[in-house]
């Protein structure tokens, strides 16, 4: 439901995640999930999860199913005990999350309301005369988060990340990224028709008549693909200094004179502006270029569907089911639309996080795992200051300076120290869509009230369930929320082994993202600014080449191969924390009993790594993520990290040509 500004974060993981989490083994491993007529030297994904995907087939109201998603399943069915409860007594710190959860399980109270919470939003739209009349409406409609045209919000000043700044970013776009407008095979060309057609569907159905639903549409689309034109790429937005251009408003006003900036700024109330991040100022050229040539009628029915598309989801059943049919079953294969209940959850997750997270850190995540954690990326830390020394590549200039980078890496373990005050947020019984609302203008307001403060670091851009972490590189800190400091990843009951594999190889992946294509060009406190000297910076790069070249040669589904330069960062991760989490294993002082389950310490650990990583994903899926997401899928990410690794192949004692050992293994960490 949220749209912020997370150009930057690094994540570990797909937004989403196993089993019921009882080991059945004495190692902790997954027994099961492994294909013993696989050959781990050949195929070590396959032996690790080949048993785990013939038993897990996807559930029909998924478009992939993996083990992250077992255990956000698992989270999910914690969270919904809370709700339900909250729901039936929603008094005191239930309240909000009660009336939250209840209203959004009302779904008779919601199809009784209709579309009649968006009609004071509609009544605007169309009273607009001119062009003029626009910022106040698109003010007004960002108040609510709605995608209407670009994006705006607060967020560090790359170059000087202690201060927040305003920033205003690409957006306005419905498909997933940029390329979706522009790539010319037939798949692409076919999905395109049929938003054009789900647009169509959703003006109708709010209340536009049939035909010119279908004409609308038609326009909607126009707008769309002018935006995109304007807009970068999904792989080029990874390079920061592609997304910073601080300028004054004067300055975007000029870029932009079809636009009244100021009258934008008042209308959603934001702080005195003196500067911004224009991420990219050839969007906003390509904007002012489109309203100069745009009828207003067109542009009316852009931001009439843009507000529909973003309240979809809790309105009536018949939005849903048409939002359903285009984003779950054209988009990514799923046949079936989620149980009301996980949608619910989901979305108070959203909007209510850190009040229900609360309850959600008290059941599953004690002091002794949050000691056990730290201790385990303390240990890692150590083992990349380690790593950092031992590099032949490396000048000791550049050595230097990234130690003082690693030392102050912040670590962020479980839940915030301080939790979210939700008090003037305003939650009503029965007013589902009203809710989401005012959730949505809290949210955008809590964004625009940091605009000229300095930065708070303590705050978290993940809720305490999520099953996924990151790395911030403006604030150079590491972010594990409870969620997924659980099994498979982490169990106190677990060899260690077993867990340095799963969430060390986790804390690893996190800290190399300090330092890999994107983040080695950020600082210790967050920065945008060079420390390497050109001759590192030209080793790291010659070496990043390599798994740019070794992950473009791995086919995601059919004809679609992996995008080496978007994944990059993610397979650097992945490969130096592996390393990193193997080195602490091996040097920590954890028992290592000689065989558990018929597996060595070794072998148990690149188990442990592997069975994180099981998945099956539907081709639709297949095709979607290797076009947007900078994470390989489940079975890149465990050979293509194996395979650079002659760690891995003595474990198994793999011959020197077998498939899982590259003949020139690829090393930045
Ligand atoms: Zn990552």
């Known amino acids: 439901m949220k749209r912020l500004f997370s150009a930057l974060v690094l994540f570990c993981c797909p937004l989403v995640a196993i089993s019921d989490g009882q080991?059945?083994?004495?190692?902790?491993?997954?027994?099961?999930?492994?294909?013993?007529?696989a050959e781990p030297c050949t195929d070590f994904y396959q032996f690790a999860c080949g048993g785990w995907i013939k038993n897990n087939p996807i559930p029909s109201d998924r478009s992939r199913w993996g083990r992250f998603d077992e255990l956000q399943d698992r989270n999910n069915e914690i969270l919904h005990k809370v709700l339900e409860q909250a729901a039936a007594n929603p008094a005191g710190d239930n309240q909000k999350i009660g009336d939250y959860y209840g209203s959004c399980m009302d779904e008779s109270a919601?199809?009784?309301?209709?579309?009649?919470?968006?009609?004071?939003?509609?009544t605007k739209i169309d009273a607009m005369k001119t062009a003029n009349d626009l910022a106040p409406i698109v003010a007004e409609l960002h108040t609510y988060q709605v995608n209407a045209l670009f994006g705006f919000g607060s967020e560090a000043d790359f170059k000087d990340a202690s201060l927040e700044m305003a920033i205003a970013d690409q957006g306005g776009m419905g498909l997933p990224e940029r390329d979706y407008y522009t790539r010319i095979d037939e798949k692409s060309a076919a999905l395109r028709k049929l938003y054009v057609e789900?647009?169509?569907?959703?003006?109708?159905?709010?209340?536009?008549?049939?035909?010119?639903?279908?004409?609308?549409?038609?326009?909607?689309?126009?707008?769309?693909?002018?935006?995109?034109?304007?807009?970068?790429?999904?792989t080029s937005r990874r390079d920061p200094n592609k997304i910073y251009h601080k300028l004054t408003p004067q300055e975007l006003q000029a870029m932009t004179p079809q636009f009244q900036w100021q009258r934008y700024f008042s209308g959603i109330g934001a702080p005195p502006i003196y500067a911004l991040n224009v991420t990219e100022p050839d969007f906003f050229k390509a904007l002012g270029k489109l309203l100069a040539s745009t009828p207003i009628d067109d542009v009316k029915t852009y931001l009439r569907w843009q507000l529909i598309h973003s309240s979809a989801a809790i309105l009536p059943t018949t939005?849903?089911?048409?939002?359903?049919?285009?984003?779950?079953?054209?988009?990514?294969?799923?046949?079936e639309l989620r149980p009301r209940w996980k949608r619910c959850v989901q979305y108070t997750d959203g909007d209510l996080g850190e009040a229900l997270g609360q309850a959600f850190v008290k059941e599953t995540f004690g002091p002794e795992a949050k000691a056990d954690t730290v201790k385990m990326v303390h240990e890692i830390e150590a083992s990349l200051s380690k790593d950092i020394d031992s590099l032949s590549w490396m000048t000791d200039t550049t050595k230097r300076e990234a130690k003082v980078k690693l030392q102050a890496v912040a670590d962020k373990i479980g839940y915030p120290d301080k939790w979210r005050d939700y008090s003037a947020l305003v939650i009503k019984r029965g007013d589902?869509?009203?809710?989401?609302?005012?959730?949505?203008?809290?949210?955008?307001?809590?964004?625009?009230?940091?605009?000229?403060?300095?930065?708070?670091?303590?705050?978290?851009?993940?809720?305490?369930?999520?099953?996924?972490?990151?790395?911030?590189?403006?604030?150079?800190?590491?972010?594990?929320?409870?969620?997924?400091?659980q099994p498979p990843f982490y169990n106190v009951k677990n060899d260690p082994a077993v867990n340095y594999g799963g969430v060390g190889a986790v804390v690893g992946h996190e800290l190399t993202h300090g330092f890999d294509d994107q983040g080695r060009q950020f600082d210790s406190r967050g920065n945008l600014k060079d420390w390497w000297t050109a001759e590192d910076a030209k080793a790291f790069t010659d070496r990043a080449q390599c798994f740019v070249d070794q992950y473009s040669s791995y086919t995601a589904v059919d004809d679609v191969k992996l995008n080496g330069k978007l994944t990059l960062g993610e397979n650097a991760a992945d490969n130096g924390g592996v390393r990193l989490a193997l080195m602490s294993y091996l040097a920590g002082t954890a028992v290592k009993p000689a065989m558990l389950d018929g597996f060595s310490p070794e072998q148990r650990f690149f188990l442990g790594f592997a069975q994180v990583w099981c998945e099956s994903r539907r081709p639709e899926v297949s095709r979607m993520l290797a076009q947007v997401d900078p994470h390989s899928p489940g079975r890149n990410r465990v050979n293509g990290v194996v395979s650079n690794m002659p760690e891995?192949?003595?474990?198994?004692?793999?011959?020197?040509?077998?498939?899982?050992?590259?003949?020139?293994p690829c090393r930045v960490w």
């Open 23 to 37: 080991s059945k083994s004495e190692s902790g491993l997954e027994l099961s999930a492994i294909d013993k007529t």
């Open 648 to 664: 891995f192949a003595k474990a198994f004692s793999c011959k020197a040509d077998a498939p899982m050992v590259r003949q020139t």
């Open 198 to 234: 789900h647009v169509g569907k959703m003006l109708a159905l709010a209340g536009t008549p049939e035909a010119q639903a279908t004409a609308g549409a038609e326009k909607v689309m126009a707008i769309e693909i002018a935006l995109a034109k304007g807009a970068l790429d999904v």
């Open 110 to 122: 919601i199809n009784a309301q209709g579309v009649k919470g968006l009609e004071p939003l509609f």
């Open 432 to 485: 589902a869509l009203g809710n989401s609302q005012r959730a949505n203008e809290f949210e955008f307001h809590r964004q625009l009230n940091k605009i000229g403060k300095p930065t708070d670091k303590s705050e978290w851009g993940m809720t305490p369930p999520t099953v996924n972490a990151y790395y911030n590189p403006l604030q150079n800190n590491i972010n594990f929320p409870a969620g997924i400091l």
């Open 319 to 335: 939005f849903v089911n048409e939002n359903f049919a285009f984003y779950g079953t054209a988009l990514t294969g799923a046949p």
